[in-house]
């Protein structure tokens, strides 16, 4: 059972530099949402996708992009690492056909330095 | 924005006590989840509530929705050091679907033996 699988899980960049948080899921799960997780915040939400093809924005979308392919993947782009983009950040799925229960990856740890 | 408040932030309990983590909405909730995660892990799913007066149990974990008050409560029975972890509560607002959920910013529990 895979679930919900978030690539890499920890991972250092300099400022300015640019990467893709991979994340898939095997569960034929219309919905996949990215949120980060910093201390005393709780989980915010970036951006999501309804459906392949379509995607919106949410709370915290400033500094990321995603795209949405396939119904599998959902991968979130950072395009020019920040220190305040030092975060751990989980991808998320779920579908109406599953109850409503939302998977979560096991969360990808980034450090921006 | 929908806004949930967790109280409280952080818990001690002796192992066997009784304890409860209320979780209050700015707005009328639409759907409430409760997850638990334990430190540098993932978000392990618990409940999910839908209806204003529905209780759910699951082993020693009991979950109410008052829609009336906008808040959810849960409580753990008899509590064990398995129990400790951070709580977080999520609700679906009233725009959006579940791909949309918005988290407080969780309880920590601790259980001492």
């Known amino acids: 059972n895979a679930g919900v699988t978030q690539t890499p899980k920890f991972q250092v960049l300099k400022t300015g530099q640019s990467m893709t948080l991979q994340c898939a899921q095997d569960m034929n799960h219309e919905y996949m949402s990215w949120y980060r997780q910093d201390p005393g915040m709780g989980l915010r939400l970036i951006h999501y996708?309804?459906?392949?093809?379509?995607?919106d924005q949410g709370e915290v979308p400033n500094g990321y992009n995603v795209s949405r392919s396939t119904t599998e993947d959902f991968p979130l782009r950072l395009l020019s690492a920040a220190p305040s983009q030092t975060s751990v950040y989980f991808c998320?799925?779920?579908?109406?056909?599953?109850?409503?229960?939302?998977?979560f990856g096991e969360g990808s740890w980034l450090t921006v330095v | 924005s929908q806004e949930l408040e967790q109280s409280p932030q952080s818990l001690i309990v002796q192992e066997g006590k009784n304890l409860t983590i209320n979780c209050t909405s700015s707005?009328?909730?639409?759907?409430l989840y409760w997850y638990k995660q334990k430190y540098g892990e993932g978000l392990i799913f618990l409940m999910m509530l839908q209806k204003g007066g529905e209780e759910k149990s699951h082993e020693k974990i009991t979950a109410k929705l008052d829609e009336k008050k906008q808040q959810s409560s849960l409580h753990i029975t008899a509590s064990q050091p398995s129990h400790a972890g951070i709580y977080l509560c999520?609700?679906?607002?009233?725009?959006?679907?579940?791909?949309?959920?918005?988290f407080g910013t969780g309880t920590k529990l601790q259980v001492i033996p």
């Open positions: 999520g609700a679906k607002g009233a725009s959006g679907g579940y791909q949309k959920v918005t």
């Open positions: 707005k009328t909730l639409y759907g």
């Open positions: 996708s309804v459906g392949a093809g379509i995607t």
């Open positions: 998320a799925s779920s579908s109406v056909h599953s109850g409503n229960t939302i998977y």
